[in-house]
């Protein structure tokens, strides 16, 4: 079961890290290159809803084989980094959790009333926030390495 445990653990995180990177990285930079607004920010719109649907499972995912991995050894016996982990996934939930009901929330509505400079401004929210979540994301995994 710990091994399952694991995988399943690391699984979600390159799930979520990993198409945070592709958004950042390949996808946006992309559509910016060849849409125009009218094009590019639903096409954004509709891509990033896709993707939040498997972030959601992955969080799902990390909180709870997680915390089923942290209780298993006993939480003062678990080491620092299992512990930072956690507290920088509990803040990356967060965050999560502000970018898909404000600015996310707020894309989906520009688009809807064809608002391309608001659309624009809240693609931009969403990268920010989608850059610290991949720099949490990092130091968590950082953590479980070099504070053991």
């Known amino acids: ?5 694991k995988f399943l653990h690391v699984l979600s995180a390159i799930v979520w890290l990993g198409g945070v990177s592709f958004m950042l990285f390949a996808l946006r930079p992309a559509a910016a290159e060849l849409l125009t607004p009218p094009l590019r920010l639903p096409f954004i719109a509709q891509a ?3 993707f939040f649907k498997l972030v959601w499972g992955s969080i799902a995912v990390l909180l709870l084989t997680g915390l089923a991995m942290l209780l298993a050894v006993g939480m003062k ?3 620092l980094g299992w512990h930072a982990m956690f507290g920088i996934g509990l803040l990356m939930f967060a965050l999560f959790g502000h970018l898909y009901f404000g600015p996310f929330r707020r894309l989906k509505m520009a688009v809807k ?3 391309w400079p608001e659309g624009g401004r809240r693609v931009g929210q969403i990268a920010m926030l989608a850059q610290i979540t991949l720099l949490l994301g990092t130091l968590s ?4 390495f070099f504070l053991a």
């Open 1 to 5: 079961m710990p091994a399952l445990l």
């Open 48 to 50: 990033l809803g896709r």
């Open 77 to 79: 016996k678990a080491p």
């Open 113 to 115: 009333a064809a608002d």
């Open 141 to 144: 995994i950082a953590a479980v």
